[in-house]
């Protein structure tokens, strides 16, 4: 059995170990560094929540300015003058005349203006329109027997001179007076002759050497009327509130019948009118500036120069017109012969 080894006897206190070396020192290791202290939890929170507001302002922003393009400033349009517009021409309203010559003219014109009354050359006198352009004029003298032709001009407050583009034509006879208002779109019988208004009848066929004809005349209002010569229809006309209609064509080629078919505004038809018609010329010594009112059986023709622009030349109905039912009676170139004028 082999020997145990020999205790070691441990070193003394303060003493070096065994083999002279001295013992080395021991360095204790260092402790770990805290961890830092956490941020709270609200401050989190809070930015966070301000991300999302941002966030939700740009999208608003994107959304509201990519619908709505920004405005593009444009240079001003240039200022294009306006014209003013022209005064109004003086026209008749209304011309009464009696069997005596006593006279009764109104009508319209620029406000304010002086409104100049004439028959042919002479001057009867002269009116003022008021503030809304009316006027009304009454001759110290009544007119004189026989035909003659009243016109129509106004002197604007600047002294613009204006001509009217009607006349009437006025026939003073014992036995009657007639009185036919003439313009652009034709005549219009005021009194004396012709159909009564709302009555279906010709009244008035106007035409001259630039072949435009117009046919005018009466029936109930809001009727439709047909015009037709020999079976060929000229055209259709609706009669106005105040039961006239008027009808704008070629001259006819031929004479022969008018006759006027209607509808009044509820269907119902109305029985037909017949008329004779036959194409005019004027006399060679028709002068211009006079006014030529001839009587017939039948009718009435009035010829007359307006203001340069050539003759027009009307025919006049009776009322008595629709009686006829036979052209060959009665033919307007058969029948008159205009007398020279006076």
Known sequence: MPPAPPAQTPPPSGGQPPGGQP?????????????????????VYALIAGAVVLVLV??????????????????????????????????????RVDTSGNTVIAGRAAPGATVTIKTGTTILGTAKADTSGAFVFLPTSPLPQGAQELSLTETLPNGQVIVGSQTASVDVASDGTLTVLSGPNGSKVLSGQGPKAGVLGLGTVDYDADGHAIFSGTAPAGSSVTVTLNNDTLGTATAGTDGHWS??????????????????ANGAVVPKVTAPFALETLPDALAEGHVIIAKGDNLWVIARHVYGK??????????????IHDPNLIFPGQAFALPKPK
């Open 310 to 323: 050539g003759t027009l030349y009307t025919l006049i109905y009776q009322a008595n017109a629709s009686q």
């Open 23 to 43: 013992p080395q020192q021991q360095i204790a290791p260092r402790p770990p560094e805290p961890p830092p202290p956490a941020k709270p939890r609200t401050t």
């Open 58 to 95: 740009i999208i608003g922003l994107v959304i509201y300015f990519g619908g709505k393009r920004a405005p593009v400033a444009q240079a001003p349009a240039p200022t294009v003058p306006v014209a003013p517009t022209p005064p109004a021409a003086p026209q008749f309203d209304v011309v």
């Open 247 to 264: 009808l704008t064509t070629s001259v006819p080629k031929s004479s022969g019948t008018v006759t006027l078919s209607a509808t009044d």
